[in-house]
């Protein structure tokens, strides 16, 4: 019975022993993931920092103090300020950190949390670069207060082991009724710039349509002009045949002959045309004599204005 005891106790030992080892080598080996590293202390005291891997301490001396992240993180810092011009606006700032290699310790005890002291530069120094501005520069100058923004942070968080890598200007936000009076006067500028477009169209279509009647007028005259020159010119060739045609008969007979010719065509076309109007000329030879005065008048008149053409 004493030696089932015994061998019991013994067991029990080794098992105690076997779970102290286990314990013990947990305590003395850890281990570090990619993109963060362990701050290790001694006694409260900063000992060394731990980076990705496996990695040993010494139980019940050394402990973790904390596991900063390498990544690239982001803020954002919304600043409400007032513009040179008195319009209140929003400026929302994007600042990218993230802790510098070698300098964890720095960052783990010489801040104990990096945003406030971020929001505080930003704040600082949006609100100088924006009150000195009107709501327009501060639109055009974006780039110029990121680039503010970006030169103070990099100057003073470096110091507490923090590496600034961007902190755009995401948007500029004016008050609602700000906003409103903005977009009236775009829409009012868009109108003006459609009308004014509009304006400039219709210029140059009466424009185009007066030089387009112009050139049709002057064709047109020509026109006239031309074919009055060919009824002279085919009233001279057919004076020329019938006098060969009848050598004794005078100028005057000839034209007599030419004229009632014309005025029997005339009333022969006008017979034939479905819904023609009747027309009353002079039907006495005396009335033929003064109707082909007139035409020889008018056709006088009409060489003359083509000549001069």
């Given at each position: ?267 022969t076309a006008i017979g034939a045309k479905s ?35």
């Open positions: 019975m004493d030696n089932l005891i015994s061998t019991v106790l013994n067991w029990v030992g080794i098992i105690v022993a076997g779970l102290f080892v286990l314990l013990l080598l947990k305590m003395t080996f850890f281990t570090v993931s990619n993109q963060t590293v362990k701050i290790i202390e001694r006694f409260g005291k900063y000992k060394k920092t731990a980076r990705a891997g496996l990695n040993i301490k010494i139980p019940l001396v050394d402990s973790v103090r904390a596991t900063p992240s390498l990544q690239v993180l982001q803020h954002v810092v919304t600043v409400d300020t007032i513009t040179k011009d008195k319009v209140s606006v929003k400026v929302a700032v994007a600042v990218q950190y993230q802790v510098i290699e070698g300098q964890e310790a720095d960052a783990v005890y010489k801040l104990s949390n990096p945003e406030p002291q971020i929001e505080t530069f930003v704040f600082d120094v949006v609100r100088s670069q924006v009150t000195t501005q009107t709501l327009d520069e501060v639109f055009n100058s974006k780039s110029d207060i990121a680039n503010a923004v970006n030169n103070e942070l990099t100057a003073d968080m470096a110091a507490f082991g923090y590496r600034i890598l961007r902190s755009p200007v995401t948007e500029i936000d004016p008050e609602a009724s700000v906003k409103q009076a903005m977009n009236k006067i775009n829409a009012a500028q868009r109108e003006r710039e459609a009308a004014t477009a509009q304006g400039e169209a219709e210029k140059t279509l009466r424009v185009l349509q007066a030089e387009g009647q112009r050139d049709s007028d002057k064709l047109k005259g020509e026109g006239i002009a031309l074919q009055r020159a060919e009824i002279v010119k085919g009233l001279t060739n057919s004076i020329e045949e019938l006098k060969k045609s009848y050598p004794g008969a005078s100028e005057e007979a000839i034209m007599n002959m030419l004229m009632m010719n014309q005025w029997l065509e005339a009333l819904g023609a109007t009747t027309i009353f000329v002079p039907a006495s030879p005396q009335g033929m004599t003064d109707f082909r005065q007139q035409i020889m008048e008018g056709l006088v008149g009409s060489v003359k204005g083509a000549a001069k053409s």
